[in-house]
């Protein structure tokens, strides 16, 4: 079963920007803020710097300053 939702108080300009696009989309307003919601809710969530750099030590990657070396090195062994 759907849930209703309100959003109170929105600027006019924005609403009036989200008509436009609705309209653009082929879609009622409502149909175009379902759609941008099930966009929003499908993205992974936003990762911190610290999250993603503990997922690159996690995966074995390397630092800038590493992979600068890395190439430096096999441009030299050729």
Known sequence: MGVN???KNAPEDV???LKERAAKNH????????S???EAARRPPIRT???LRAEI???GGTSPSEAVEMIRAD????
């Open 15 to 17: 609403v009036q920007r």
């Open 75 to 78: 441009r030299d062994s050729r």
């Open 5 to 7: 939702l309100s959003i």
């Open 36 to 38: 941008i919601i099930e």
């Open 27 to 34: 879609r009622s307003l409502q149909g175009e803020l379902l």
């Open 49 to 51: 710097v610290e999250e």
């Open 57 to 59: 030590q996690r995966i």
